[in-house]
């Protein structure tokens, strides 16, 4: 093939176009090169086997002679190569300008090019800014750049407008080989594309070379190329490797990166890569896309089985790798960038957000700086967009008032009092609670374990450990996190920003959540913030599409099952509630998601509902202690109407008046009567179930006698039923507003009324503070006497006054773990020893001792306050010897030997269990969560039509 030079001078270009099944494109390509103002010096194409008449095409354009046809499994760097041998050198500085067979520079592309280069002799490759073929408003690329694990990152939003935000001349990292201008003699230098990679990054690890030889690489952004990227987006079938692409670019991403990096950023770059593939093989899992997980183990391993290659192409690059390494390191991705991507992605699905099959992303990431090798962020927008969600800022109001009105429970000392039992041990301490057979605390005991356990152990390790850091952050900020909650899962039921706010702030400041922190309830704080999930799920499940429904359907499940776990009585009411949807909006495949939902919390909690139905009452108690005076025996009709569910921590009556009267105009519309219907309905079944549950005494599972249930959930569904009528139908007073009159008025006055609801409780709760048992300060109960005499296996019996009776617990030389107190204990060992506690109690003698030290109790704490007549009688005791006494605490030892706790047995069947159940769960888990009919990405590069997969790097 002979080409001449049309026309010397001082710049010289080369164009060099590459085809492969691109006749859609090609014309268009062509006839943009041919068009530009600055006229190419000569133009030379490689046909790689095209089958759709592409060779003829460039003929006819070209001349034969321009045409040089290669196999069909030739790479793009292989291409050009074999051009560049059948080529003589130009004259002056000779510039190669490589085109893909999808990519159309703009008229003046070319010469802006140049002008850069003449501009700064040390740029030896410019790329233009690439725009999508099909819109051209749409950025694709101003240079890219990549982080130590291979991730591309092109620093753009999701489907970016070009608006002329990224104009000049910029270092980056690299440009895409789809309309870069190298100088030949620095592309010989380097050695041009390595054939190695023959499709995917290698247009980075050139540019990396480029930059390693000490020239620059620059985005131009006043050139312009509109680019189809039919490989990337799957639009041509690739026949340059057997590999699948995802495979085949990720297995270059790591290459490039481990290939190209100097030695100490190498040591850290190789573990990272590691752990990151096989965490994201466990993800792509998790998403029900197993071809990916197994791309992304297999694009590693080939990378780690062949260490020599490895080996070769870094001693190929080492040649200024380590001299200009900080300039590089500079315009490589920060490692910040990775955790906000994700943390970007998990709230755009969070906010039901658009993540599509490819796994795009929304961060802003590094871009290279107009004047020098600096690497600047678009930290600015990021910031914008979080703080200027409304849901940030609700939670944050929520926040501020939640951290004022609990101002006394955020210093040190364990935190304890009311329901909650004081929060001792660590993540690992509740996970062998959970997994036991056998329970030594107390009498002892071979009941499971209460489900809820597991989920603050399960918490509690995500928290490094700290239980006490889980705890509060469920308890303590219960308010805050329902208030998210309520606002993320209104986005499926309530339209407008606005109604979405009033709803979430009246929701998470209702006396349930004042009353659930005053008084340590666990339970009711882990449900409260779940049960706007579960009406937006539930909204998914009956009206959304059957593969949409499934999945939620199976993440309703295992919620609902979290929150059973805390509060049994939610399975029941959802239950009913379910059931009568279900026969209400009756559609193909609605009984089967809700039999998923209902079926999956049976499924992972069976042994324990087992245990649970053999005391039916029970179902109305949820996690933590029992104690009568958190309940108000005598609550009147009006409380439970106006929301309150009595007991401590409870705001006035009149707080909560805006919200019902809102409610109440709600009935006077004419439109939405269904909406009306079903959420009345809703919020007259849970004060129904509330009068029901206030008026209900249980067995606490202690045996500390009769406890009064505490209405607080089912008012909660109430409230919650009772706000989505309000935010619906809100639309429709602002309606009466714009009318004008009597209607303008009657609106207004609805709007403050209601508004007042939150503003009256938020300033309540501020001022008044945390008014309940609940302190940062909770006490041990163990004197440092007892501890420090007590052996292994040996237990003391505390004895308090309630009531005007008295109770016992069994401790064994410890604080008792979250949890334990609502293990049942046996009847026999408890009724013996609930017989000598009365008969010690009574003064009377016996073998109320001897039944004490056969149960291994060899201490005996009165906690205060201390009567006289308590401690006249055990001081009658003569096999009691007093160690301390005073009016805050009495301590007495049995002077007899004291029985060992029989030895636990192992019990297989429940260690089988536990593995089945943990199966359960995971299975869960996969179905609940969002898959791909086409699976993801390797990258963050966004598909370009629904069904149509884009590859993770632009070619």
Known sequence: MSITDSRPAHHTVTAIVVSHDGTRWLGETLSALLAQTRPVDRVVAADNGSRDGGADLLARTLGPNAVLTLPRSTGFGEAVAEVLKRLEPAGGVEWIWLLHDDCAPAPDALLELLRAAEADPGAAVLGPKLRDWLDRRLLLEVGVTVDRTGRRDTGLEDREFDQGQYDGVRDVLAVSTAGMLIRRDVWDEVGGLDPFLRI????????????????????????????????????????????????????????????????????????????????????????????????????????????????????????????????????????????????????????????DSAGRHHAAAARGGEDGEELLTDDAGATRRVFGNPGVLLFAALLAVTLVAERRLLGGGLLGGGALVPVTGGAQDLWRLYTEGHHPAGLGSDAWAPPYVAVLAALSSVLLGKTWLAVSALLLGCVPLAGVSAYAASRWIVPGRWRRIWLASCYALLPVATGTVAAGRLGTAVVFVLLPVYAALATVVLSGARRRARRAAWGLGLLLAAGTAFAPVVYPLT??????????????????????????????????????????????????????????????????????????????????????AACLAALLMRRDRMVIAIGWGVALFGVLVAVLVSRTSVTAPGGDGEA???????????????????????????????????????????????????LLAAGMWAVRGVDGPISA???????????????????????????????????????????????????????????????????????????????????????????????????????????????????????????????????????????????????????????????????????????????????
């Open 200 to 355: 995917f990054r290698d247009d980075l690890d050139l540019c990396w070379r480029v930059r390693n030889a000490g020239y620059r690489v620059r985005n131009v952004t006043r050139a312009v190329a509109w680019h189809a990227e039919a490989a990337a987006r799957r639009r041509r079938r690739i026949t340059v490797s057997g590999a699948h692409p995802r495979r085949l670019d990720r297995r270059n991403a790591i290459f490039v990166v481990l290939a190209n990096l100097p030695l100490r950023p190498l040591l850290w770059a190789l573990p990272r890569n590691i752990a990151g593939s096989v965490l994201r093989a466990l993800l792509f899992l998790l998403a029900k896309q197993p071809a990916n997980a197994l791309d992304e183990i297999v694009a590693l391993g080939s990378v780690l089985a062949h260490p020599g290659r490895l080996l070769r192409a870094r001693r190929a690059r080492a040649a200024g790798r380590a001299r200009n390494h900080g300039a590089v390191d500079r315009l490589l991705t920060p490692p910040g960038a990775g955790y906000r991507r994700l943390v970007d992605r998990a709230r755009s699905y969070l906010a039901g957000g658009p993540v």
């Open 575 to 660: 239950l009913l509630l379910g059931a009568l949807a279900a026969l209400a909006f009756p559609r193909r495949g609605v009984g089967g998601s809700v039999a998923i939902v209902f079926g999956v919390p049976v499924a992972v909690l069976l042994p324990w509902l087992v245990q649970l139905a053999g005391d039916p009452g029970r179902i109305l108690l949820e996690a933590g202690l029992h104690r009568p005076e958190l309940v108000d025996p005598a609550l009147p009709a009006e409380s439970l109407l106006l929301l309150s569910p009595g007991g401590p921590g409870m705001p006035p009556l009149w707080v909560t008046g805006g919200l019902i």
């Open 708 to 758: 009064p249930a505490w209405p607080g959930v089912p008012l909660a569904f109430a409230a919650l039923g009772m706000l989505v009528v309000a935010a619906l139908t809100a639309g429709r007073i602002a309606e009466f507003r714009a009318a004008g009159g009597a209607r303008r008025a009657a609106a207004l006055g609805v709007v403050a009324v209601a508004f007042s609801t939150p």
């Open 777 to 955: 300060g909770a006490r041990d109960a163990l004197p440092a006497s007892v501890k420090a005499a007590s052996r292994d296996g040996e237990r003391t019996l505390l004895l308090r006054s309630r009531g005007g009776g008295l109770t016992f617990t069994v401790l064994s030389g410890r604080l008792p773990l979250i949890g334990e107190s609502d293990i049942p204990s046996p009847d026999g060992p408890r009724e013996a020893v609930g017989v000598a506690v009365a008969g010690l109690a009574s003064g009377r003698g016996g073998d109320d001792a001897r039944v004490l030290a056969a149960h291994g109790v060899r201490f005996v704490v009165v906690a205060a306050p201390v009567g006289p007549e308590i401690s006249r009688a055990l001081d009658s005791q003569p096999a009691l010897a007093r160690m301390s006494l005073s009016r805050e605490l009495g301590v007495w030892r049995l002077t007899q030997p004291v029985a060992s706790p029989p030895a636990a047995e192992g019990d297989p069947w429940h260690a089988r269990w536990l593995w089945a159940q943990a199966l359960l769960v995971l299975v869960a888990l996969v179905l609940a969560a969002p898959g791909s009919r086409t699976g993801g990405a390797a990258d963050g590069v966004p598909q370009d039509a629904p069904g149509t997969e884009r590859e993770p790097v632009a070619r």
